[in-house]
């Protein structure tokens, strides 16, 4: 599993998982359970989303176009789908 975005909240990596998953792209949130550790821990990267390997380069492609306020419409989180893999990845491997 790969970092495919530092989230800034918990709020921030559900949209961003939610979107990857509309996409084709199995994701998941991780460090949430760290959240109580407020101030011991680092404020940025305590919060990221995950995705295989072989997902990475697509899935920051998708990340990169939504941080910019590209939010692909549903045509496109079709089309983007329709190019995913077939294979089903195990994420809790």
């Known amino acids: 599993m790969k970092t495919a975005y530092d989230a800034q909240n918990l709020i921030d990596a559900q949209l961003v998982c939610d979107l990857l998953h ?18 011991e821990l680092p404020a940025i990267g305590v919060v990221q989303v995950l995705v295989a390997d072989d997902d990475l380069e697509r899935a920051r492609g998708i ?6 306020g590209e939010i692909p419409d549903e045509e496109e989180l079709t089309r ?4 995913a893999p077939d294979d089903d990845v195990d994420l809790l491997a």
């Open 22 to 39: 509309s996409a084709g792209i199995p994701a998941r949130v991780s460090g949430a359970g760290l959240l109580g550790a407020a101030g």
């Open 63 to 68: 990340v990169t176009d939504w941080d910019a």
């Open 80 to 83: 983007l789908a329709d190019q």
